[in-house]
C-alpha cells in the first residue's frame, strides 16, 4: 500500500468529504495507478473515513429547505456519488425553509401573500425552480392561502 497517497488521502478529509470518485480522480492526476487507490480508498472506506451514503446525507442536511431535489441531485452527481444512492438519500418529501418565505417576502417586497401581482409570483417561481424545487406551484399556493394561519 501506499503509504504516501495515503497521507495525502488523510490530509484532504481532515478538510472535508469527499466521495470516492472524487478521491480517485484526485489521485488520477497526482499519477497514481488504480489499483493502488483503489486499495487504499477500500482501506479507508473499513475506517469509516470515505463513507458516500454519509457525504450525502450531510449534503442534505445542509442544503435541504434551501435548495430543491433537483438542485441536491446535480450537486449530488456533481460529487461523483452513484445515482441509486442518490435516489435513496433523495426519497423523501421535498420540504421547504420557513425562513425561505421570509427571504423572498424581503427580497420581492411582499407584505401579503394572499394578494400577489402576477408579475411577483412569477418571479417567485422562477426562484424556486432554479433552486430546483421540483414543487414550486404547490409551495406557493400553500404560501397565498389566506387560510395559511402562519402568516
Do not use: C, H
Request: glycine share 4%; aromatic share 10%; proline share 1%.
Amino acid at each position: 500500500m501506499n503509504l504516501e497517497l495515503k497521507q495525502y488521502f488523510l490530509s484532504i478529509l481532515v478538510k472535508k468529504d469527499f466521495s470516492e470518485s472524487e478521491l480517485l480522480q484526485k489521485a488520477l492526476k497526482k499519477g497514481y495507478t488504480n489499483i493502488a487507490i483503489n486499495e487504499i480508498i477500500e482501506s479507508l472506506k473499513e475506517q469509516n473515513f470515505v463513507n458516500d451514503q454519509r457525504l450525502a446525507e450531510n449534503i442534505v442536511s445542509y442544503y435541504g429547505g434551501k435548495k430543491g431535489k433537483l438542485w441536491l441531485s446535480q450537486k449530488m452527481q456533481q460529487r461523483g456519488l452513484q445515482k441509486d444512492l442518490i435516489k435513496e438519500v433523495l426519497d423523501v418529501e421535498e420540504t421547504v425553509d420557513p425562513q425561505l418565505k421570509d427571504k423572498l417576502a424581503q427580497k420581492f417586497r411582499v407584505t401579503d401573500w394572499s394578494t400577489l401581482d402576477f408579475s411577483i409570483k412569477q418571479k417567485i417561481l422562477a426562484f424556486l425552480y432554479r433552486q430546483g424545487f421540483t414543487k414550486a406551484q404547490d409551495i406557493l399556493k400553500e404560501w397565498t392561502n389566506p387560510l395559511d394561519e402562519n402568516y
